[in-house]
């Protein structure tokens, strides 16, 4: 069967395998900084604090409210126009930014449903003790939040590892931008995107499985 | 000692203490009883500061505080000395019995790792859940949850325990060994506040009964005087109604 050119897609997996690096450390640090933005946005609305609950609210509002595409172009091609010592900005960083207020806006929505969660008798025994809010929200609220919001986070880090694609627009090598060079030289688009997809795939399937991993053992203090 | 001068507790226009004068010396145990919705479990709150009282000044030790202008650091302290058991156990659910023991002298003492776990595991033992050290709240029954709640409040060392009706979510099951816990207390003279509905451990228990209607104390002796020989009458109407479904 010539329709597939199993021999070039065997070929292709080394090939693609190099940039993957690049696509796992935009999802990583995207995700490890939308996390601690989400934090910080989900900790303002729960305890309204004046002024920046008022702004949170607009930034989720506008990250959730706009397309990544349209967000990514806007810190590439937009701001350098603004703002002249912008123009340093490189599509991994211009990448990175886009993926994380994207995500962290997301993301606060859910930590802060986790965290109003959390029976309130629980946040007044902590204080009845003498723990300050600091205290409370650490040893007490955080953890078991982190528990309710895992599945959904893990969705959002998954969804964030797929849109990494995205930053070939910006003209970023990573898999997809790999994957676009290597089909228009060889014109052989199936075979190229299909062994991308499968790389995606693989990739997610195995975060799967640390997910489950990691809610056995959260779950550990919950089970009768 | 607690000493309470006319402490006003009002929710927008509903006042629900009002004007409360208490002394209660070390030792004693207090036991405070009256119909539902009466402010009986908002005055623990109050001296808890888990409610900001509206006003009047409150002594725990050596410490006063004029409670319109507590700040935070004396809000903190007020709550370090005092402990709070609470009808629902409120343990820490992502804790084991020990951590949940150990857990204030740890975060709030800051005492050494070992020390703390230590003296939880002396409580545990007092309270006779040392083999559920490792046990997390969702594993044990209500009875063994609410006796690590009053573990809990006893790791504080406070000058006081109140208790907000600590038997009223038990299933009767249990009910008895979370009295004999608070027995064992008493008669280790830890001063006690006990909000319940449980009239012969007032009775038994109790060096004083305070009788509470609409947010005052109404009327308050020792418990031979107020189940035997209660003067006021919205006392004699209450008691009637609850021996009668809860007999002494």
Redesign the interface.
Known sequence: MDVLNVDYMLGLVPVLLRYLPLTLQLAGTGMVLALILACLFAVIRVLRIPVLNQLTIVFISFFRGTPLLVQLFLFYYGLPQLVSALTVIDGVTATIMGLTMHFSAYMAESIRAAIVGV?R??T?????????NG?MMR??VL??AT?VALPTLMNYFIDMIKATSLAFTLGVTELMGATQKEASGSFLYFEAFIVAAIMYWVVVELLSKLQNHLEIRLN????? | MIKLDSLSKHFGSTVVLDGIDLTIDKGEIVVIIGPSGTGKSTLLRCINFLEQPTAGTMTVGDLTVDVKKANRAEILSMRRRTAFVFQNYALFANKTALQNIAERLLVVDKWPKEEAYRRAREILDQIGLGEKADAYPASMSGGQQQRVGIGRAMAAGAEVILFDEPTSSLDPEWVEEVLGLMKQLASERQTMMVVTHEMSFARDVADRVIFIDGGRIVEQGPPSEIFYNPQDPRTKDFLKKILATNPV
């Open positions: 029976d008798s629980q007044e025994a902590a204080l009845s003790i003498g723990m300050t205290q040893r007490i953890p078991q528990r550990k203090a919950y089970s009768r």
